[in-house]
């Protein structure tokens, strides 16, 4: 399965970065032809924000899996085995994996 992992930090790089470059927008609708091409440019631009800050991550989900295990679940489980012997960030990261399986 393909998903896009979300996190806090991805959000904040991403909402830092427009508010950086907001005059690539203004600029838009300034020097658009037509509404079509304003719109295509628009597209394009968000397009690569999206593939740029949420990456495409793909996982493999079984049958075999229970049910609570999604993408994003499995993701997590498969980070926390990977930081072994950093107790703080492995209780952080098992809350927000129950919390996710609560959901």
Not at 26 to 43: P, R
Not at 73 to 94: C, F, P, T, Y
Request: aromatic letters at 14%; glycine letters at 2%.
């Amino acid at each position: 399965m393909t998903f896009r992992q979300c996190s806090l930090t991805q959000h904040a790089l991403f909402l830092d970065f427009l508010s950086e470059h907001e005059d690539i927008f203004n600029t838009l609708f300034d020097h658009a032809i037509d509404t079509q091409s304003a719109y295509d440019w628009f597209y394009s631009i968000a397009y690569e924000l999206l593939h740029y800050f949420y990456p495409k991550q793909t996982i493999t989900v079984t049958s075999r899996d229970p049910n609570y295990i999604t993408p994003a679940v499995k993701s997590k489980l498969r980070r926390k085995n990977m930081h072994k012997g950093r107790i703080e960030e492995d209780s952080a990261l098992a809350k927000r994996i129950g919390e996710d399986i609560n959901i």
